[in-house]
């Protein structure tokens, strides 16, 4: 790719930095009472979307069986998750896209690596989203809170894995070190962090506190929108 090329890609992630902040701020979520919280709680989370996903509990799942205002809400996230999701695919394949094009060793393959984890992460993603809904639409949850348990840890494991594999992109730093150097090196620790806590995902509150650090991160790449050809020159 020219220089232009990869300018035009730099701006892209920003501009996809910016939407997914925005479509994750839109995302509705249920309201649950002070019972719900406790049995929810007791499951091992604190957010209701998590605890769907991953618990694999039946008292988990009674909650919003129980509650067509829960359902509605859910059926709404879910809505916008469908959009949310391409957003984050492609800002991560732009970014493994940065890191393999600085050569045919090291950065190459861990940047195909992580762009396939990347789309890995939306077909499950999608696929877990389905099988929500059908869950949702059945009058017994049945074996299906397994199934969404498997899509949800496939999901989050291989954005684990992508977000570990580009944090070299921010990590090599080469001198002379200017103020720039210190901005990337914050989102090489915002995606280790995200990266190790994702990747314990079945640990319920820990993966919870790794998916809000991934929300700094994106909005780290805002900048990119603006001044593309400055960050380029660092990355």
Not at 88 to 100: F, H, M, R
Not at 193 to 198: D, F, M, S, V
Not at 212 to 217: K, R
């Amino acid at each position: 790719m020219d220089r232009i090329e990869l300018i035009w890609l730099v701006r892209t992630v920003g501009i996809l930095g910016i939407l997914a902040l925005v479509i994750g701020a839109a995302m509705p979520k249920p309201k649950l009472n002070k019972e719900e919280r406790k049995a929810l709680c007791g499951a091992g989370f604190q957010g209701p979307i998590t605890g769907l996903e991953l618990s694999r509990s039946v008292e988990v799942y009674n909650i919003f069986a129980r509650s067509k205002d829960h359902q509605k809400a859910i059926r709404r996230n879910l809505s916008l998750d469908f959009l949310f999701i391409p957003t984050y695919v492609l800002l991560y394949v732009g970014l493994a896209v940065l890191l393999a094009r600085h050569g045919t060793g090291w950065p190459l393959v861990l940047g195909v690596a992580a762009g396939i984890l990347a789309v890995t992460a939306g077909i499950f993603d999608v696929m877990e989203n389905r099988r929500v809904l059908d869950l949702l639409a059945a009058a017994q949850p049945d074996g299906a809170l397994d199934g969404i348990w498997f899509a949800s840890v496939i999901k989050w494991t291989a954005i684990a894995a992508s977000s570990l594999l580009l944090a070299p992109l921010f990590l090599r730093r080469h001198p002379p070190f200017e103020w720039i150097d210190v901005y990337f090196l914050l989102i090489g620790l915002f995606l280790v962090i995200a990266g190790i806590g994702l990747g314990t995902v079945w640990r319920g509150r820990l993966a919870e506190l790794s998916i809000t650090t991934t929300l700094p991160a994106l909005a780290l790449v805002l900048p990119w929108a603006i001044w593309p050809a400055s960050f380029l020159d660092r990355l």
